[in-house]
């Protein structure tokens, strides 16, 4: 049963256009989401993330909004730069031995913007 | 501090063989994680360790998949009578607070 769903398994987008990255999950139990942006041959890299109690945290470029009713989540890239073409890989988190939390990941979508 | 890093980077061995990697995370964290990644898939979490102890385990980690921290500062992975189906990238992760997880550049295994 996969919780975090990334539908598309690929975008393309022109440079300078909107790059719009999506997510769903199942688990209502999940309060904390982040985006993660992975390079072939690295480890992912934090990108951004919101708590349950938000629905929408920006960071430059970079803006993430919740709809916990619709249990979905979406990345906002703008201006997309070829240097995002990456994939990117959403993923949700519930708390468990305290404060420590594990993390669901969605399976990825590859981003890939066009000069 | 130069991030957490992984060794070794690539592993090909032969199917029934042993295999061991290590994992240093940044010094001051105390929490460290192991998670597995195949391809086409996100990454699946595995284990977590808070110091030495390991708090949390998946139904992804069998008998033959055994994790250790000694001194609460390197880990290390081990997995024995490896099997086909254990060829992924497998990631460690380590974190000060439990959020915001800083990865390493992982350990690519391939079981021949």
């Known amino acids: 049963d996969q919780q975090v769903k990334q539908n598309s398994p690929s975008l393309s987008v022109q440079e300078g256009r909107i790059s719009i990255l999506n997510c769903d999950y199942t688990?209502?139990?999940?309060?904390?989401f982040l985006w993660y942006k992975k390079y072939p041959a690295e480890g992912p890299t934090f990108l951004i993330s919101i708590s349950s109690i938000k629905d929408k945290n920006e960071d430059g470029r970079f803006t993430v909004f919740l709809n916990k009713s619709a249990k979905h989540l979406s990345l906002h890239i703008v201006p997309s730069q070829p240097g995002d073409s990456a994939v990117y890989f959403c993923a949700a988190s519930t708390t468990f031995s305290g404060s420590a939390r594990q993390l669901t990941f969605g399976s990825g979508t590859q981003l890939t913007v066009l000069p | 501090d130069t991030g957490v890093s992984q060794d070794p980077r690539h592993k090909i061995t032969k199917r029934g063989q042993n295999v061991t990697f290590r994992c240093d995370p940044i010094s001051e964290h105390n929490r460290l994680y192991w998670y597995r990644q195949t391809l086409g898939q996100g990454p699946e979490f595995l284990t977590y360790?808070?110091?030495?102890?390991?708090?949390?385990k998946s139904r992804l980690l069998s008998d033959r998949f055994s994790a250790e921290r000694p001194k609460g500062s390197f880990s290390t992975l081990e997995i024995q009578r490896t099997e086909q189906g254990d060829s992924a990238m497998y990631l460690c992760a380590s974190s000060p607070t439990g959020q915001g997880y800083t990865f390493g550049s992982g350990t690519r295994l391939t079981v021949v």
């Open positions: 688990n209502s139990m999940f309060d904390y």
């Open positions: 360790f808070q110091n030495e102890a390991q708090l949390e």
